[in-house]
């Protein structure tokens, strides 16, 4: 169901107050609940719970060539599919835009932090490399599946165990696991989205806050360096805004990490 | 003689023993209509969305509702993984997946509606099909479709000689012998077939015998899924 412009109006007038309907600050997240070791065919698999909102993340591990342009390097592929079985706004059928976008951006932030130490997924210079595949389903939408899906990465990665490798047939050994950890750097990433609500900001929208959004910044990094961003949505964020959305990632990076770090063996 | 007492399964269980069975039921609060079942180590879950209106019009249907089943594992679920997206696996088993449940839904008042059941496949250890028929039959229920009965599903096995009740990954690759024969059947309550599939080699004696455990083995899913409708929390 569309949020009704009603709920609307009344969820900026709250918010020009610092209120929201469910009592948080706007700064605050909902419960986050995080379960590893969902999926047992998966080297590594999290379900992640934010409030209602709900995500599977599952790892795979595959072996293939290198890309031409990183002959010593593993390769990373990440997808998301927003399952119609999580929202009756979700339509079976090719992946659309947002479905496309999470992935991107998810991608973007295991990627440009190097959490995944790539080079040590290189089997054979040139010829044999892995490929960590990440792929995200949403199970319930209640708003921000965006940061649930990046949370969801991160600990299906943290808790994955490399697959058995054939040296002499150059194969996987599928359904066998080694007790070895995918090689990940000691910091943890995490990708953060804040969104203008009027001339609010505000993390972790709900369904209704997220469809009167009027734009949205996600930002990931690590250790307070910033290694990836994407302002989505239509309307402008003045430089002076920026600047307070910036200094508020710092704050809400360090929430998030005290809470959810009890999840992480 | 149904069940040679002999026969070792390769995780130790009878020949007429389920692996543990778990429903939930109301694991989605956006849909109309939600459950769980899981056979050991396969787990489905599924989300019913409707009656609402059906989109494209012309598939509305003026004499009768329409049921759109959608079957979709998830890309780890199997060792292997496999590409996201529907393959003519996951259509054909949609597709029977509508035929299995069809028979006990009311929905001839539903005219140019459609009611949308969502299947995904968690995790995969055999006998899917089977787990993801449970999880919708639970989900109409919990949706509060009007039936006449519930369905419930089981897949019977062959193996060399043998016959199992509940098939794993281990067994549908059993080589030695005849092989494996995969018998996936679905039943209602009062015993009426609404949808059965074969894998393999068995003679019609035998697959009498196998349609017989199934009854025996559906009787105790239905007992199992009514248990989990009365435990819904809200």
Excluded at chain 1, 38 to 47: D, I, L, T, Y
Excluded at chain 1, 90 to 107: C, N, T, Y
Excluded at chain 2, 103 to 115: E, G, Q, T
Excluded at chain 2, 142 to 150: N, Q
Aim: hydrophobic fraction near 35%; charged fraction near 30%.
């Amino acid at each position: 169901m569309e949020t009704s412009r009603l709920t609307g109006e009344r969820i900026k007038q709250y918010l020009a107050e610092g209120k929201r309907f469910d009592g948080r600050e706007p700064d605050e997240f909902r419960e986050i609940v995080i379960e590893t070791g969902v999926s047992k065919n998966a080297e590594g698999s999290a379900r992640v719970l934010i409030g209602k909102t709900e995500v599977l993340v599952g790892v795979k591990m595959d072996v293939s060539a290198p890309y031409p342009d990183s002959q010593d390097k593993g390769n990373l592929m990440v997808t998301a599919e927003l399952l119609p079985l999580s929202s009756d706004r979700f339509e079976s059928g090719p992946p659309k835009f947002p479905a496309i976008e999470i992935g991107r951006i998810i991608d973007r932030v295991i990627r440009e932090s190097k959490f995944i130490e790539m080079e040590k997924l290189c089997i054979k210079e040139g010829e044999k490399v892995w490929t960590a595949f990440i792929d995200i389903y949403s199970i319930n939408d209640d708003g921000n599946l965006l940061d649930a899906a990046g949370i969801g990465a991160i600990a299906a990665l943290k808790s994955a165990k490399m697959p058995k490798y054939d040296e002499e047939t150059e194969k996987v050994v599928y359904g066998e696991f080694t007790n070895k950890s995918i090689p990940l750097s000691k910091d943890t990433p995490l990708s953060i989205t804040f969104h203008k609500i009027g001339d609010s900001f505000i993390v972790d929208p709900t369904r209704e806050e997220e469809d009167i959004s009027d734009t949205r910044v996600t930002i990931g990094s690590m250790n307070g360096l910033i290694s990836s961003m994407q302002k989505g949505d239509h309307n402008s964020i003045s430089i002076e805004e920026m600047g307070n959305v910036l200094d508020l990632n710092e704050k809400v990076y360090k929430d998030i990490f005290k809470k959810i770090k009890r999840f992480f063996k | 003689m149904i069940t040679k007492k002999d026969f070792e399964r390769p995780d130790g269980r009878k020949v007429d023993e389920m692996r543990p069975i778990t429903a939930k039921v109301g694991i989605i609060p956006n849909a109309d209509g939600s459950a769980m079942f899981s056979f050991g180590d396969t787990i489905a879950i599924a989300a019913v969305y409707g009656p609402k209106k059906m989109h494209p019009q012309h598939q509305q249907d003026p004499e009768k509702g329409t049921l759109r089943c959608n079957y979709n594992m998830l890309s780890f679920s199997v060792t292997e993984r496999i590409r996201p997206g529907p393959s003519r696996r996951s259509t054909e088993i949609s597709k029977i997946t509508e035929w299995a449940l069809e028979p006990v839904l009311m929905i001839d008042k539903y005219s140019n509606m459609v009611i949308d059941v969502h299947i995904s496949i968690i995790q995969a250890n055999a006998s899917t099909r089977c787990a993801g028929i449970n999880a919708a039959a639970l989900a109409l229920a919990h949706a509060g479709i009007p039936m006449t009965d519930l369905v419930s599903s089981v897949s019977i096995g062959k193996l060399d000689k043998q016959l199992v009740v509940d098939v794993s990954k281990k067994e549908e690759d059993w080589e030695e012998g005849e092989g494996a024969t995969d018998i996936p059947i679905t039943l209602t309550h009062n015993g009426k077939l609404t949808h059965i599939q074969l894998d393999g080699k068995i003679t019609s004696k035998q697959l009498k015998e196998a349609i017989e455990l199934a009854r025996e083995a559906t009787q105790k899913i239905y007992e199992i899924q009514k248990k989990a409708l009365k435990e819904i929390g809200e």
